[in-house]
């Protein structure tokens, strides 16, 4: 994860002109653009989703987009 990254979610940012999350993650040395977002936990989702649809391999043990979805403040 990069030092400036205040999502807390790897491939998670922030658009500042657009005010809207921006998922995006990199398989086989591309960078792919998985969407714009109004919440943090809907581009979270989608982080996680592709993730698992790559085959990323340890995505439920390490994967940050994984911990955040399954955080306490964010169940039931």
């Given at each position: 994860m990069l030092k400036n990254?205040?999502?807390g979610i790897k491939?998670?940012?922030?658009?500042?002109?657009?005010e809207?999350?921006?998922a995006n993650i990199r398989a086989n040395n591309k960078q792919n653009h998985?969407?714009?977002?109004?919440t943090l936990i809907e581009a979270?989702?989608?982080r996680y989703a592709a993730e698992q649809c790559l085959g990323?391999?340890?995505c439920d043990a390490n994967s940050s987009?994984?911990?955040f979805i399954s955080s306490p403040g964010l169940s039931g």
């Open positions: 990254n205040t999502s491939g998670v940012r922030w658009h500042k002109t657009k809207v999350w921006v998985l969407g714009y977002y109004n979270a989702c989608a990323f391999p340890n987009s994984k911990q």
